[in-house]
């Protein structure tokens, strides 16, 4: 049966929009895929470390060579990459943050983004975490849909599909659920604001 990977970054717990249209998008996917294993990676849990030291020279010599500090440091990289590997299809669900990922989400990237690992490394910088879909819902307080003005701040789109392309994951779909600054300042509620965009998301599941 099919693994989904479903990554969360945003640490706003049930009025967060993108966590809701994830939660949607699970559903289903659970309906389309019974039996299906979920893998939940909550990044606002704050467990991700940020790359350090240890971590850096750790990835550049053989596991037989590295140093208890360095082991420590890889070990959730490996455990993270080994949920990227087992994954059939991945789901990010994320806020946009001064126009592109949060931190916590930056540090997963960082974590799994390992050469020899997730990409053959120089010279040919091969991707290897091949053969996967991914989905990505973006939740903004603007909207940046493509044609609208703020459009080109979108820093957040472009670069998940280039680092995820990078290390082999081409098949990229992302929604973009903009204007949520509607819902922070009491416009509307999270349930009306999702309404508008369940449809794109649902059939995402496909």
């Not at 989904?4 to 049930?14: A, K, T, Y």
């Not at 703020?150 to 973009?176: K, P, Q």
């Amino acid at each position: 049966m099919p693994t989904l990977l479903n990554i969360q970054s945003s640490p706003r717990g049930n009025n967060s929009i993108s966590r809701t249209l994830s939660d949607d998008f699970v559903t289903a996917w659970r309906v389309k895929h019974s039996g299906g294993r979920v893998i939940l990676r909550d990044l606002a849990d704050n467990t991700i470390p940020y790359v350090g030291v240890p971590w850096i020279a750790g990835i550049f010599l053989p596991a037989d060579e590295r140093s208890p500090e360095m082991r420590q440091a890889l070990d959730i990289s490996d455990e993270l990459i080994a949920e990227l590997f087992a994954a059939d299809e991945i789901l990010i669900g994320t806020p946009m943050y001064n126009f592109t990922v949060p931190a916590n989400l930056k540090a997963w990237i960082d974590l799994v983004v390992r050469p020899r690992t997730t990409h053959s490394g120089p010279p040919e910088r091969r991707g290897l975490v091949t053969g996967k879909t991914c989905k990505i819902i973006i939740a903004s307080g603007g909207a940046y849909d493509e044609g609208l003005p703020a459009a080109a701040s979108d820093y957040e789109s472009g670069y998940l599909r280039r680092i995820l392309g990078f290390i082999g994951v081409t098949d990229v779909e992302i929604i973009l659920a903009g204007g949520t600054a509607a819902v922070s300042f009491g416009s509307t509620t999270v349930e009306e604001f999702v309404a508008k965009y369940r449809p794109a998301v649902l059939a995402a599941v496909g």
